[in-house]
C-alpha cells in the first residue's frame, strides 16, 4: 500500500517571503504525484501533477515542485508568496496498477501574514 | 463549463436517521470518485464508480454507507441509521477517464452534521 506524509501540518509565512511545503511519499511500484489546494469552505483544485519526464514540475499560481525519486519526495515551492495563498495544501498520490484513487497526505496550512 | 456540483451544501440530522448525498459530475467524465474529510481521518477514499459500475468499495467504512451511480452520470451515496463519526464533509470528484493519470475534478463538498 502507499502512503503520504506531510511534515509540516502549519507553515506560517510572511507575505513576498519564500516557502515550501514538504511531502514524502512511500510505495512498492511508481506513483503519480498531485498536489492540491483547499481555500476555506471549497473543494479541492489541482495546483500540479508529476507523470513523468522533467522532475521539475510548473502549475498555477506561481507554484512549482519538484519529484526527487531517491528521496521519495515532491516537495511544493512558492518563491514568493501572496496573502491570497493562504490555504490547505494536500500532497497526494495514485499508482498505477492498484486502482485509481488518490491517497492523501494530511494536508499543510499555509498561512501567509502581512 | 460546469464543474462538480454536490447538493445539499450543508446537511443536520439526527442519529440514527438515513442521508442521500447527490453528485452531478463534469459532463462526459466516464469515472466519479466519493472521498470523506473529517479532522480525525483527514481525506479518505470511499468509492469509485466507472460508468455504472463500482469496481473499488474498498474505502467505504460500514455497510451503513451505500452508493450508487445511474445513467453514467448523477451519483448518490446513502448513509443509514448516521451516528455522530459520520459526522464530516463529503466530497465527490469526478475525471474523464478513470486513469491513474487523469486529474480529479472535486466538488464544493456537502457537510453532514449527525447530532
Known amino acids: 500500500a502507499q502512503s503520504v506524509t506531510q511534515l509540516d501540518s502549519q507553515v506560517p509565512v510572511f507575505e513576498e517571503a519564500p516557502v515550501e511545503l514538504r511531502c514524502n511519499y512511500s510505495?512498492?511500484?511508481?506513483?503519480?504525484l498531485f498536489w492540491y489546494v483547499q481555500y476555506p469552505n471549497q473543494g479541492l483544485q489541482l495546483l500540479l501533477k508529476y507523470l513523468s519526464g522533467s522532475t521539475l514540475v510548473k502549475g498555477i499560481n506561481g507554484f512549482e515542485a519538484e519529484f526527487n525519486k531517491s528521496q521519495t519526495s515532491f516537495h511544493l515551492r512558492k518563491p514568493s508568496v501572496h496573502i491570497s495563498d493562504t490555504a490547505e495544501y494536500f500532497c497526494?498520490?495514485?499508482?498505477?496498477?492498484?486502482?485509481?484513487?488518490?491517497?492523501f497526505g494530511g494536508g499543510t496550512r499555509l498561512m501567509v501574514k502581512p | 463549463g460546469a464543474g462538480v456540483s454536490q447538493s445539499p451544501s450543508n446537511k443536520v440530522t439526527e442519529k440514527g436517521k438515513d442521508v442521500e448525498l447527490r453528485c452531478d459530475p463534469i459532463?462526459?467524465?466516464?469515472?466519479l470518485y466519493w472521498y470523506r474529510q473529517s479532522l480525525g481521518q483527514g481525506l479518505e477514499f470511499l468509492i469509485y464508480f466507472q460508468g455504472n459500475s463500482a469496481p473499488d468499495k474498498s474505502g467505504l467504512p460500514s455497510d451503513r454507507f451505500s452508493a450508487e451511480r445511474t445513467g453514467g452520470s448523477v451519483s448518490t451515496l446513502t448513509i443509514q441509521r448516521t451516528q455522530q463519526e459520520d459526522s464530516a464533509v463529503y466530497l465527490c470528484a469526478s475525471s474523464l477517464n478513470g486513469m491513474s493519470t487523469d486529474t480529479q475534478y472535486f466538488g464544493p463538498g456537502t457537510r453532514l452534521t449527525v447530532l
Open positions: 510505495s512498492s511500484v511508481s506513483v503519480y
Open positions: 497526494a498520490v495514485t499508482v498505477n496498477d492498484a486502482g485509481n484513487m488518490l491517497t
Open positions: 459532463s462526459g467524465h466516464t469515472a
